[in-house]
């Protein structure tokens, strides 16, 4: 991608450099080259294994669970779905004896290493829940993500509704 990407910019660049009549072809190639330039800050991170817990008619709150993998160091900042009214992302960890989970601003993504969030761990909290999700139910996430230069993406994910039951959380304290 990178010598396509040389071959590229240094073909538009010597078109215009040599003083060639800027025809159509040269920025085209140098409108191409500008783009892929930018393809590597615009990396997309990957989202494998996402899943949300079911529900009982009722039951307000569940959390979302996924594994995240960026290419570049990067954070993800924010996560909304049209089946809940908030979403946050949560951490959960032992503090003095006690399991205790509170909100995060955001989960690091460090560059080419997996983030886990699940049960017990970090998590998103799909809160005020607009109905019940049924094991087999799809349930649309909107991931926001940051890189190092502040500049966001967002990823659509789909995640499966499993069975309530599915891996119990510990118990837990705000």
Same mark, same amino acid.
């Given at each position: ?6 071959? =590229?910019?240094?073909?538009? !660049? ?14 085209? =190639? ?14 997309? !991170? ?57 909100? !995060? ?18 998590? !998103? ?50």
């Amino acid at each position: 991608m990178h010598r396509f990407v040389q071959s =590229l910019r240094g073909a538009a !660049v010597s078109s215009i450099a040599i003083g060639a009549p800027q025809t159509h072809r040269a920025r085209q =190639l140098l409108v191409a080259a500008m783009m892929a330039m930018t393809l590597p800050a615009a990396a997309q !991170v990957a989202v494998t294994d996402a899943w949300v817990r079911g529900t009982v008619p009722g039951q307000k709150v569940t959390g979302a669970f996924m594994q995240l993998k960026s290419p570049t160091d990067a954070a993800l900042v924010a996560v909304t779905s049209p089946v809940a009214k908030l979403a946050e992302i949560h951490e959960m960890k032992q503090d003095a004896g006690v399991m205790r989970m509170r909100a !995060v601003d955001k989960v690091a993504l460090p560059a080419g290493k997996s983030v886990e969030f699940k049960p017990g761990g970090y998590h !998103v909290m799909l809160m005020d829940v607009t109905g019940p999700l049924k094991e087999g139910d799809t349930v649309p996430l909107t991931l926001t993500v940051e890189d190092r230069a502040g500049k966001k993406q967002t990823l659509e994910v789909k995640a499966r509704v499993k069975a309530l039951t599915a891996a119990d959380l510990p118990a837990h304290k705000h």
